[in-house]
Every structure is written in C-alpha cells, then in structure tokens.
C-alpha cells in the first residue's frame, strides 16, 4: 500500500504538470461490480453521477498529500479526496495503455489524469474544501511526522499513554500520519525495537530514536521516488527506488544486516498486519 513517500511522490510529480487544467469530462467504471452500493464514493452509481457534475467543468487549482491522501483542490471549493489503498496509481497522460485504468479525468491540456488500481480498493470522494475537518477520515489524522513543528518530544507525548503494540501504533492514522506496513517494519529494525513492545514500556530515549529513524527512512524514501517492492508507480508511471533500501521488509528467512548481527529476520502478524523483525537485536519493551 503506498505510505507517506510513495503519495508525497505522486503528488510532487503531479503538482508539475495538472494545476491550472480544467476538469473537461469524468469517466469510470468503479461502481461495476462493487459491493457496497450505499458508500460515500464512486464504487456507487449514485455518488458517481453526482461526482460528475460537481467536478466537471472545475479548474484544479492545488494538489497536496494529506497522510496517505491526495486532495486535489478545485477553483468550484470543492476538494477530491483520493485513497490508493492497496494497488491505485494515479497517473497523467497514461491511458489507454493500462488495462486498470478505473477512472479518468480528461484535462483541458488534451491529457488524462487516470487512477489505475489493479484490486479496485482505491477510494474516490469530493468534499467541500472548506469543510475537510469534518471528514470522517481526514478529520481524525494525527501529526505529520515531517512536520517542522512535529518533535520527537511530541511522538513520546502520543504513545507513552497508549498500552498498543508500537508496531500497530505507530500505523494508527489517528495518531501519526501516514506511516504503514514497510515504514513502521524499517523504523523498529533501525532502532532495535521488537515490533511487539507495548507503547507504554518503551523508554523516553528510544521515542527519541524513533523520532530520527522515521524522519531519515522518510527522506530518503522520498528521494528514492518511493518504494515499489509492490505495485507502487509514481504519476507518470515510472517505479520508486526505496525496495533497494530495505533492511527488513520481506527479508524473512535472511540474515540481519545490522553489523555485528547474527539474526535471522522473522515475519509475525500483529493484529492482522505483517511484522518483519531480527529476533537477536529487537528488543521486547513489556
Ligand atoms: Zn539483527
């Protein structure tokens, strides 16, 4: 699933090239098939055509990144809020070469911004922008962890009330923004944090630690255009560098690289998610 560099990337790309287009036609074919009729997105027929005449004929005058979500803000004061969940790429100019292109906005340029998503998990809504704090989802996002103003003083501040697994904390949107599976693996194999370490027993001084961890893996992450290990392309469909950086992720049944290390990386699930670790230098805080 993209985390915090992979749509930090897609957005820096798309900023370039879709601010300032109009909104010329919408298609999709979401709603084909999907499940859940009654939801707030195109998956329904409904919303979908609703969806249409809200945004057609709208100039986009902002893309951002909100944790994991794109906003694209439009010149009509309504906002698109975009999930790419599990396999989504939002792209420009890409259609008709993906057989997983599920929506398409047709810009004023000639060109499509499309949202190819092999699994159709990706979710797709409008909202007014200026009522985005009352969002169900965007409403109840904790810190930007590259926030300036966001410290490590303020990480500890979070989690030492919290009696959590750190590795399923540390993914709870409402408390940080925009960290998953491969983040959280690579930040606790960094600082030498056993996945399953309850939030509460883990000392000041490591929060500390976490704190430079996630800043440094997120930099690079971002530098490196992302992490593609899985479907992960950026906005003109070219892949992320990060999946040769990994020191943990999906490296069970490999040596520790951690030097001086003689473990052998392990993989367990922590409340339905997968935790990759070093059982030799992870320590357990309980
Ligand atoms: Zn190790």
Redesign the pocket.
Known sequence: MPELPEVQTTVKGLKKVIIGKTIKDVWSDFHIGAKHNNKQNIKNKKYLEQFKKIITGSTIKNIERKAKNILIKLSNDYTIIVHMKMTGNLMYGLYPNNKFVHLIFKLSDGKNLVLADMRKFASVEFFKTNELHLHKRIGQLGPEPLDPKFSAKNLFEIFHSKKLPIKSALMEQKFLSGIGNIYSDEILWQTGIHPVSVTNKIPQRKFGEIFKAMQKILKLSIKEGGDSKSDYLNAFGKKGNFQNFHKVYGRKGEK?L?TN?S?TIERIVIKGRSAHF?P???LIYK
């Open positions: 520790c951690k290390c473990g070093c030799k230098h992870q």
